[in-house]
């Protein structure tokens, strides 16, 4: 009860965890209050005693993490803050503590977050219960029929982006262990009518969006589709075909991969997504009047339909077009009018979605079923649609809106009603809380005879032409009295302003409704003509061929009502729900307008109201949390009283009263009433079974000691004997084998000695198996060894008689090498490589700096976002042509071309021209066409600046331009290759470098070597720059060879001046210098290994500054063998 007690500190900060707490828990402004400061600090989540009030956040609060989902497993209710998990967590131990079966009643209005809280707590329950592999297969085949439930039931209504339009009552069956092992869906009412019909800002099932979207272009194409859902006629009716917060694309994977988890073969679910298809194109079947006859205007979508249900076309274009009617045992064919035409088409697609949803839903249910015998427990988890109130409520409305009653009434009668009654009968002092049984409201809709349910189905079965009004009409003649009932004739002058001649009014618990009564005689008969039928019957599609099996054309039974079968559907969940012991989540919809932090206090305060949650507070606030009958809770905690254990045979009544002493319980924390013990505060009950679990660990390690006693006392007078008669036979066993050993090892030995002693000759029996040794062993040692990069050309030193399978091998590794390194090269790494190939062949052994460049990637854009907003809003308005696209952008400076002052500037090169912009608004400021364009110059040394040379055609054009990059190589390749110019790039000598400005003028560039690095104005008003001196050693490397004098070998140089020519002194003539030393080539990094053309033989050696001549290293002698 830590939380508690921190709740009441921080209540006036973020209201209290437990509404029970509050002080003032009368008032509903208290109450309304309390949901708002904790909806404000994201705390979503309040208790009723053990019901969870949730409210809908509109966003995500990464409340539903592992980490969150293992705060909640395996403790008790009330030990963390408020949580749906933490309602998951308690269900799930009662019912593997208890061995009873638990369900949780999830409900509200519609958008107010059942469907999410069921996902929620479906995902918990398989993350924290047991795991295995058979486990998990069922856990993911859980989890997964969410979304394909999700995307054949759900749609985008005016309230809810992701609306349930059917309900879902899903069993998850568990073994003894509480390891899910199976799992079952019923379905309730799919809200099939939204397949042809959807109000303005709807959309029909996310399904049809999504195969438009998600599907690849083949089966598309497969499908006669294309990708606009506005060209279909059934997807359009809402006027609302794309919705912001739905992904389509993304769903329709997800889905298709769910479909492959729970079992689905690729024929079913192509099968499957054929008859949504075929849906789509039968919307498209328009019909004109030819006279008294309907004709189809495109037998095109007709075609289409066939082709993708596989029955024949003439039979479907005859039973769109005709009905035969069976008279006096005749059938005659008789055409329909456009009109019925229509309706014909649009109640054969409602009846092939509905039929497909229901085997939908039974195919995932023999995915989920668990065939073992054994007894199983069950968590339900009800998810079903909220109540809804829109502008046009009909016959699926009313049934919603109905159902949402009879869960009301199952609410009052589990807590409200059920806790009252038996208080009373079990003698326990109580003060009744007055609450409004909706009961009334139930019986007016389904009564025998008089409900409103066998109204509409006796209009139904009239003979001659009822309508809907007619309905109504008798309606008002058996209802009209009902407090509950009003309509335009019976109700007072102010009732039938707000009242149409064709609609009545319910007052449900939850608030008026107003119905119009127009197609509710449809919807309820959901009459399908015989022709139809026997089309489909016909079809090859297998999934169809289920849905309307040829045993139906037989049954000449008028089939249930709508209305009739979702009644007896509702009495069985109820019955269902009755025998399992339910935990509730309240749901409450914070705003109309799906914001997140929107706290609408009127649509609050009126949710509050309708769900009856200040009543079950009040009955909460006086009650006591806990029950059990006497003999329930003395079996399971009579082992925490020395009088009860290990068995009480008195009344079980009087054993419960000395447990309660043995436990110290005080007289206000527990009452005794006829049959059953009340305890009154969660923490007393927590405190007794925290020592019952405890006590249990005590009785197992006594009953395990007594058990392991006796065994092991067994066990022992069995081994005493055997271990005698074991030790004398194991003993020659093992001397026998440690002589045969020892043989064995000597004749190994020998071989091997002798093998080491051939080693050199041709193989033969003495020294094969050293040699297949020494194979071996090379073999692994070089399986170790292998060079990692491409770049690593070491290989390990191989034994004389493999050197030549050594060098195969390594010849073959650094092929393959080479040729798995090119084949994962992408298009984009491929391009940067031709391009640093490119910029190799221009500057490389000419460009100090180019081997610094080598090992940076080149990049085509360096701006900062800075620069990137400025080119979107400038340069690529005013001055991108539209033929125009940039290859390559980077921040350069600019010297001016008299004074030489420094200007920031932003370089684009595109593919027809060199931009040069002002850094600070992107202002052009110089523009040179590659065709103008003559050449491109850089100096040798290690600077960054290089000069863009152009023609001057114009006398406004200023000449060439002088520029300095951080990234010269990428620079000056990049624009190149945007020119088609390789070839122009000139790289400079020390020395001067002319450039040509406006009017003909010339300028100089100077470059030259120094102590440090300058770029300033010449006293000749050239510009100079100048380069720093680079140091830099000579490498040498000491051999071994068979020579009679030993040799030192010059290897290469660590220099990046590529005007460095390191040179070698022998000591031993005086200092006198062996002149130059030819290499093989240059590198970077100490250790490479290039061999020299030239071997010197002197006897002492100094490495000497390649620059200064300055000896670096100390002269002395080198010995064999060193390097």
């Not at 395996?74 to 131990?93: K, S, V």
């Not at 309730?188 to 399904?207: D, P």
């Amino acid at each position: 009860m830590d939380h508690v007690e921190g709740a009441l500190g921080a209540r006036d900060r973020v209201g209290v965890q437990d509404f029970v707490l509050l002080e003032n828990y009368r008032s509903e402004d208290a109450f309304i209050e309390n949901l708002r400061k904790r909806f404000q600090h994201n705390l979503i989540y309040t208790y009723i005693g053990p019901v969870v009030v949730s409210v809908n956040p509109y966003r995500d609060l990464k409340l539903y993490t592992k980490q969150q989902m293992q705060i909640y497993r395996g403790i008790n209710f009330y030990e963390a803050p408020p949580h749906i998990f933490a309602t998951a967590d308690n269900a799930y131990r009662s019912m593997r503590g208890e061995a009873r079966d638990q369900c949780i009643l999830i409900s509200g209005e519609s958008g107010a977050g059942k469907t999410e809280a069921s996902k929620k707590m479906l995902q918990y329950l398989a993350v924290c219960s047991t795991h295995s592999h058979d486990v998990d297969r069922i856990k993911d085949r859980l989890i997964q029929s969410n979304p394909v439930l999700e995307a054949f039931g759900n749609a985008k209504t005016i309230r809810n982006d992701n609306s349930s339009r059917f309900g879902k009552y899903m069993d998850v069956q568990f073994d003894y262990k509480g390891a899910p092992v199976g799992g079952h869906i019923l379905n309730y009412l799919l809200e099939k009518s939204r397949v042809v019909q959807q109000a303005e800002g709807e959309r029909s099932f996310h399904i049809f969006y999504q195969l438009l979207a998600g599907a690849d272009d083949g089966l598309l194409e497969t499908f006669f589709l294309e990708r606009r859902p506005e060209s279909h006629a059934y997807l359009s009716k809402g006027d609302c075909t794309r919705v912001s917060s739905i992904d389509d694309k993304a769903d329709f994977k997800t889905v298709y991969k769910a479909l492959k988890v729970i079992d689905f073969t690729q024929e079913e679910i192509e099968e499957l997504l054929a008859i949504v298809a075929s849906i789509i194109h039968l919307g498209d079947v328009m019909f004109t009047s030819e006279g008294d006859r309907a004709g189809i205007v495109d037998a095109m979508p007709v075609n289409r339909v066939a082709r993708l249900l596989q029955c024949p076309e003439e039979v479907l274009e005859k039973a769109l077009t005709h009905r035969t009617i069976v008279a006096k045992g005749e059938k005659l064919l008789s055409p329909l009018n456009e009109d019925q035409a229509a309706y014909a088409r649009d109640a054969l697609s409602k009846a092939v979605y509905d039929r497909m949803f229901t085997w939908l839903v039974q195919k995932i249910n023999t995915s989920l079923a668990n065939k073992e015998q054994y007894r199983k427990h069950v968590i339900g988890l009800l998810d079903i649609y909220g109540f809804e109130v829109f502008q046009k409520n009909s016959f699926e409305q009313f049934c919603i809106n109905f159902c949402n009653e009879k869960l009301q009434q199952l609410f009052i009668e589990l807590t409200l009603k059920s806790e009252q009654e038996e208080y009373l009968s079990e003698g326990i002092e109580w003060e009744p809380v007055a609450y409004f049984n909706n009961k009334i409201i139930c019986d007016l809709v389904e009564e025998r005879h008089r409900g409103i349910i066998a109204i509409l189905d006796e209009e139904c079965l009239l003979p001659g032409d009822p309508t809907d009004l007619t309905f109504l009409a008798k309606l008002e003649n058996a209802v009209g009295e009902h407090p509950h009932f009003v309509s335009h004739r019976t109700g007072d002058v102010q009732t039938r302003k707000t009242l149409d001649r064709d609609e009545f009014r319910l007052r449900h618990y939850a608030g008026d409704v107003t119905y119009s009564v127009t197609g509710f005689l449809d919807k309820n008969n959901d009459l399908l003509y015989r022709d139809l039928k026997e089309a489909m019957c016909e079809s090859k599609n297998q999934v169809t061929s289920s849905c309307f099996p040829k045993s139906e054309l037989d049954d000449k039974k008028r089939p249930v009502t709508t209305a009739t079968q979702f009644k007896t559907s509702l009495n069985q969940l109820m019955a269902i729900l009755m025998k399992e012991e339910p935990s509730y989540v309240r749901c409450i919809k914070p705003n109309d307008n799906k914001m997140p932090g929107v706290f609408d206090p009127i649509l609050i305060r009126h949710q509050v109201k309708y769900l009856g949650l200040m009543e079950n507070l009040r009955v909460r606030r006086a009650g006591f949390a806990y029950r059990r009958p006497y003999e329930a809770f003395l079996n399971r905690y009579k082992c925490l009283c020395q009088d009860t254990w290990p068995n009480y045979y008195g009344k079980p009544k009087d054993g419960v009263e000395l447990l309660c002493q043995a436990m110290e319980y005080r007289h206000d924390e527990y009452r005794l009433g006829n049959t059953k013990i009340f305890i009154r505060l969660p923490k007393t009950l927590f405190a007794t079974e925290d020592a019952f679990q405890m006590k249990k660990h005590d009785l197992a390690t006594t009953i395990q000691a007594t058990y392991k006693g006796h065994a092991q006392y067994k066990k022992y007078k069995k081994m005493q004997w055997a271990v005698t008669l074991i030790a004398a036979h194991w003993k020659r066993v093992t001397a026998k084998r440690l002589l045969e050993r020892r043989r064995k090892a000597a004749q190994v030995l020998r071989n091997y000695i002798n093998g080491f002693i051939t080693r050199n000759q041709p193989p033969n029996g003495d020294n094969e198996m050293f040699i297949n040794h020494c194979r071996v062993t090379f073999l692994h040692k070089l399986r170790d060894s292998l060079p990692k990069s491409i770049l690593d050309k070491s290989w390990p030193t191989a034994p004389p008689n493999l050197r030549e399978t050594s060098a195969l091998l390594e010849d073959m590794f650094h092929s393959n090498q080479v040729r798995r390194y090119c084949l994962n090269m992408s298009p984009q790494k491929k391009m940067q490589m031709q391009e640093k190939l490119t910029a190799s062949e221009i500057f490389k052994g000419k460009k100090s700096s180019y081997p610094e460049s080598v090992a940076q990637p080149f990049k085509s854009n360096r701006l900062t976002p800075q620069h990137e907003a400025l080119k979107s809003k400038v340069f690529d308005k005013k001055y991108l042509s539209q033929e125009e696209r940039p290859k390559y952008m980077s921040p350069v400076v600019k010297y001016d071309r008299h004074g030489y002052k420094t200007r920031p500037r932003v370089l684009i090169a595109t593919n027809l021209a060199v931009y040069i912009l002002d850094e600070q608004d992107f202002k052009l400021k110089d523009k040179i066409l590659y065709e103008n364009m003559t050449g491109i110059s850089v100096s040798e040394l290690t600077d960054g600046i290089f000069v863009i040379h152009a023609e001057c055609t114009d006398k406004k054009e200023k000449g060439d331009v002088i520029l300095l990059s951080d990234h010269v190589i990428e620079a000056t390749t990049k624009i190149a290759l945007a020119a088609g110019k390789i070839n122009s790039i000139q790289v400079i000598k020390p020395g001067g470098l002319a450039y040509t400005m406006s009017g003909g003028k010339e300028g100089l560039i100077e470059f030259s070597l120094g102590a440090e690095t300058r770029v300033e104005k010449g006293k000749k008003g050239q510009l100079v720059v100048v380069d720093p001196l680079r140091k830099c050693l000579s490498v040498l490397c000491w051999l071994n060879p068979t020579t009679p004098l030993p040799s030192y070998i010059v290897l290469g140089t660590m220099c990046r001046n590529t005007r460095c020519i390191p040179t070698a002194c022998d000591n031993s003539r005086a200092g006198e210098a062996l002149g130059p030393v030819e290499f093989s080539g240059r590198w970077k990094f100490f250790g490479s290994a290039h061999l020299a053309t030239q071997v010197i033989r002197p006897s002492r050696l100094t490495l000497l500054s390649c620059v200064s001549g300055r000896a670096v290293v100390p002269s002395r002698q080198f010995v064999d063998g060193e390097v």
